[in-house]
């Protein structure tokens, strides 16, 4: 048993040594999936609690049970000061998708290239930073609504709400690859998931409305303002979601099948989209119709009467000496 260990052991190994450098941007912590995880679902941002607390953007976790279920964003209480959180991230790899853990550390790392939304576009964090044991918040991507607090800046990011592929790599995936700075980061003194988020996580499984195969990529709960808490005031659910990753029909995914995604930044409509509009000031043509043979213009035909049953208005006799106008027909416009 020990010998098969080993063995197991040199081989998994030997395969995160040959991955390409966006896998080895992280932490593998053993769960490889045959089947892509959903779309990221949008939705809103739950008003910030206050100082000292640091957005971390929901995701999509595994369970070998029931498969994907949606871990909501939720303001955290950061670890110690200076610490910034680099969200965990699937990459596909060898024909399967590896989860890779997030982490807190000083600097932001790679996490795959995905849009969590406000702040976390894709690269680094555009939330804030910290100065002086201090905390400043971005307002254009944080949901700060009080007036009297001096910790804030506004700065005008890309991405702001959560969209697009879930996961790096692989068909529909993100293209993102690693820099210098970013794996280097993942070096750096480093801590792991605080007791909120495992609160956080450990409520999300235990909610059947949080798995992929109930919610179909719309989780009941998309984001909370307290960790573990997915009720009552504040609990954000999802506005619309991308559509989940699938097998080919009639069959289960194998281990080591690819199974493709929508393409990037391809979302489902919201319900009911508004139809498009004319350009603002631009003023609608009216409805011309053409007055039926052998009447005049303005003089409809009675109910019940067939056109040429009306009594034609006789054409004006052409003044002597006067030349028709070019366009001009004998009798009188139709």
């Not at 700065?155 to 969209?163: D, E, G, I, T």
């Not at 808490?229 to 194998?254: L, N, Y």
């Amino acid at each position: 048993m020990k010998k098969l260990i080993l063995i197991l052991s040199f081989l998994l190994a030997v395969s995160m040594f040959n991955a390409p450098a966006a896998s080895r941007a992280g932490v593998f912590v053993g769960v490889s999936v045959a089947v892509a995880p959903p779309a990221i679902p949008v939705y809103v941002q739950p008003a910030w609690p206050g100082p000292g607390f640091i957005w971390v953007p929901g995701y999509w976790a595994w369970d070998p049970d029931f498969g994907y279920y949606w871990v909501p964003g939720v303001w955290v209480e950061a670890p110690f000061a200076g610490a910034l959180w680099t969200p965990g991230y699937w990459a596909w790899s060898d024909g399967a998708y590896f989860w890779h853990e997030g982490y807190w550390g000083p600097v932001v790392g790679f996490y795959g290239g995905v849009n969590y939304g406000y702040g976390y576009g894709g690269v680094g964090y555009s939330g804030g930073y910290w100065r002086g044991g201090t905390f400043y918040y971005n307002r254009t991507v944080n949901n700060i609504s009080v007036t009297n607090v001096t910790n804030v800046y506004t700065k005008r990011v890309m991405n702001v709400r959560p969209s697009g592929a879930s996961f790096n790599g692989g068909p529909g995936g993100t293209a993102a690859r690693p820099t210098s700075e970013q794996l280097a980061a993942a070096r750096e003194q480093r801590s792991a998931l605080t007791g909120g988020q495992k609160e956080q996580m450990r409520a999300a499984r235990l909610n059947s409305g949080q798995r992929a195969t109930v919610n179909r990529g719309r989780p009941a709960v998309a984001a909370t303002p307290k960790p573990g808490v997915f009720t009552g005031r504040g609990v954000i659910s999802s506005g619309r979601a991308g559509a989940p990753s699938r097998a080919q029909p009639g069959r289960k995914a194998e281990t080591g099948e690819r199974v493709g995604t929508p393409r990037r930044g391809a979302e489902m409509p919201p319900p009911g989209g508004q139809p498009e509009r004319a350009a603002p000031g631009a003023r609608r043509a009216p409805e011309q119709r053409r007055a039926p043979e052998g009447v005049a213009p303005g003089l409809r035909p009675e109910p019940g009467r067939r056109p040429e049953a009306v009594q034609p208005v006789p054409p004006k006799e052409k003044a002597r000496g006067k030349k028709e106008m070019p366009g001009e027909e004998r009798g009188g416009p139709r």
